[in-house]
C-alpha cells in the first residue's frame, strides 16, 4: 500500500513496534523514505516517538472509550486512534486540525469505515478529557506509561528516586556531540554552529561535549561530512578516559558496534584497536562511522564471550566491555524498550554480562584493566554483576570510578536526567600482577 501521509505512515509504524517488536529506530528508518517533505519527517519521527512513548497510558484510555476491543486486524486503527489522543495530550496540536487529520488518516490507511469511530472517539475524549486524565493519573502504571514490572523494579532498587526516573524517562533528550579532537577544536566547533545560527553548550566536566539547546538533523549541521563530530550522549563519552589509554597500548572495544566509544578512544590515542562486535551486519556501519571521522581500527565479527572464535593470542592492556543490556537507562532516547522488554529479560540479561566479564578476563594483561559499562538501571545487571566478578577473582580489584556519580557498589550510576544525561553504569577493574 503506497501512503504518504505521515499519520497514515505513523500508524502503520507504531502498529509494527506495538505488535511485531520491530524497533522504532528500525521503523523510522523504512517509512521515513516514503516521505520528500522535511516537515512530514519531522512529524513522523514526532507521533512515533509520543506514540511508543505514551502508548501504555493511551492504550488504557482506548479500553474506557471503546464499547469493544477493536478486532486484532485493525491494530493500524488502534495505532492510529492512540496517536490522535497523542497529537491532543502530548503534541498539543490544535483540536480541530489534530482530529480532522486523524480521521482523514482512516482514508489513507484504506479503513473508511473506521472514519466515523475515530471522528466520535477523539470528540467524545475532548468533552471528558479532565475526567478520563485522572482517572488514568490514578495508575501508576497509566500515569507514568511504564509497564506494571519494570516500576517495581526501579521501585526495588531505587526507592528515593522513583517519580524522577519515570518523568525523566518521558521527557525529551537533548542532543549531544562529541568533538573529534583529532580535527578540530571544541571552541571552533562551537563558533561554526554559532554563525549558522545554531546555539550550543560545552559542559565543562566533558572536554569532547556539545550540548544543542535543540535537536537537529545531525547531517545536515556543519562539519558533519568532513567528520568533525560525532552523536554520543555525555554518559557515554566517560568511557574512554575511564579507559585511560595511551599510546602504544592494545585495545578491545568488544561489543563496539556502531563504534561510537571506540571512536572516542581512537580520537585521543595512537594506539591498535580491535573493534569486535558478534553481528557481521552492524560491521559496515562501523566502517562508515571510521571513515567519516578519519580513524582506523581493525574491525572483526565475533562473539565476545567466545574469544577462540576469534582471539590471536595477544593480550589486552585495555577493554571495554560495554555489554549488551536491558537499555532501562536510555528509555528517554528508546521509548519502544517499555513495550519491548519484558521482566524475564532481566535475569537473562546478567547471566550473559556474567558470561562476556569471565570469557573475557584471561584475554587483559596483568596490570590491565576493564571498563564494564552498560545503559542500565537496574542492579543485577550492574552493581550485582560486578560484585559476583569480583568475588571469584582474587587477581581482580576495582577501582574508583571518578566521574562525580553516585556510587553503586563497586561502580558508579548516572540516572536519566542527571546532568542532563542518559542512565549509565561504569565499574573499573584491574588485574593484579
Known amino acids: ?154 521501585t526495588a532498587d531505587w526507592p528515593a528516586d522513583v517519580e524522577a526516573i519515570l518523568a525523566a524517562n518521558n521527557a525529551q533528550a537533548p542532543l549531544w556531540l562529541r568533538v573529534n579532537q583529532r580535527r578540530v577544536t571544541r571552541s571552533e566547533l562551537a563558533a561554526r554552529f554559532a554563525a549558522a545560527d545554531i546555539a550550543s553548550d560545552a559542559p565543562a566536566a566533558l572536554p569532547q561535549a556539545l550540548v544543542l539547546a535543540r535537536s537537529l538533523d545531525v547531517t545536515s549541521l556543519p562539519g558533519y561530512a568532513e567528520g568533525l563530530f560525532s552523536v554520543q550522549d555525555g554518559a557515554a563519552q566517560f568511557a574512554a578516559a575511564l579507559l585511560d589509554v595511551r599510546d602504544g597500548m592494545h585495545v578491545l572495544d568488544a561489543c563496539a558496534a556502531p563504534g561510537g566509544k571506540a571512536a572516542h578512544i581512537l580520537e585521543g590515542a595512537d594506539m591498535a584497536l580491535v573493534a569486535l562486535d558478534r553481528d557481521p551486519q552492524r560491521l559496515p556501519r562501523m566502517h562508515e562511522n571510521f571513515a567519516r571521522l578519519g580513524l582506523h581500527a581493525e574491525v572483526r565479527a565475533g562473539d565476545a564471550g567466545d574469544p577462540p572464535s576469534w582471539w590471536d593470542g595477544r593480550h589486552f592492556e585495555r577493554i571495554l566491555l560495554d555489554a549488551p543490556c536491558s537499555a532501562t537507562g536510555i528509555i528517554r532516547r528508546q521509548p519502544d524498550v517499555k513495550l519491548h522488554r519484558r521482566a524475564s529479560d532481566i535475569a537473562a540479561l546478567a547471566g550473559g554480562q556474567e558470561r562476556l566479564l569471565e570469557s573475557l578476563w584471561p584475554l587483559l594483561a596483568p596490570g590491565g584493566r576493564i571498563v564494564y559499562a552498560t545503559c542500565a538501571l537496574l542492579a543485577a545487571e550492574n552493581s550485582v554483576c560486578v560484585a559476583g566478578f569480583l568475588a571469584r577473582h582474587a587477581d581482580a580489584a576495582a577501582q574508583p570510578v571518578p566521574i562525580g556519580w553516585r556510587t553503586a557498589g563497586a561502580g558508579a550510576q548516572n540516572l536519566p536526567g542527571e546532568g542532563g544525561m542518559d542512565g549509565f553504569f561504569y565499574a573499573i577493574v584491574e588485574k593484579r600482577t
Open 1 to 154: 500500500m503506497s501512503v504518504s501521509n505521515p499519520r497514515a505512515l505513523a500508524a502503520q509504524a507504531l502498529s509494527g513496534i506495538v505488535r511485531d517488536g520491530v524497533s522504532l529506530r528500525a521503523a523510522f528508518a523504512t517509512f521515513s523514505t516514503k516521505l520528500s517533505d522535511a516537515r512530514d519527517r519531522a512529524l513522523l519521527s514526532a507521533l512515533l516517538h509520543a506514540g511508543a512513548r505514551w502508548w501504555l497510558r493511551f492504550a488504557a484510555a482506548l479500553e474506557g472509550l471503546l464499547e469493544r476491543p477493536l478486532h486484532e486486524r485493525e491494530s493500524q486503527v488502534h495505532a492510529l486512534l492512540v496517536l490522535g489522543l497523542v497529537q491532543l495530550e502530548i503534541l498539543h496540536l490544535p483540536e480541530y486540525a489534530a482530529v480532522a487529520a486523524t480521521v482523514e488518516a482512516t482514508r489513507d490507511l484504506r479503513r473508511p469505515a473506521f472514519a466515523g469511530l475515530v471522528n466520535a472517539l477523539l470528540r467524545r475524549w475532548l468533552r471528558e478529557r479532565s475526567a478520563r486524565n485522572a482517572a488514568l493519573d490514578a495508575d501508576p502504571a497509566a500515569r507514568s506509561a511504564h509497564p506494571r514490572w519494570l516500576i517495581e523494579s526501579i
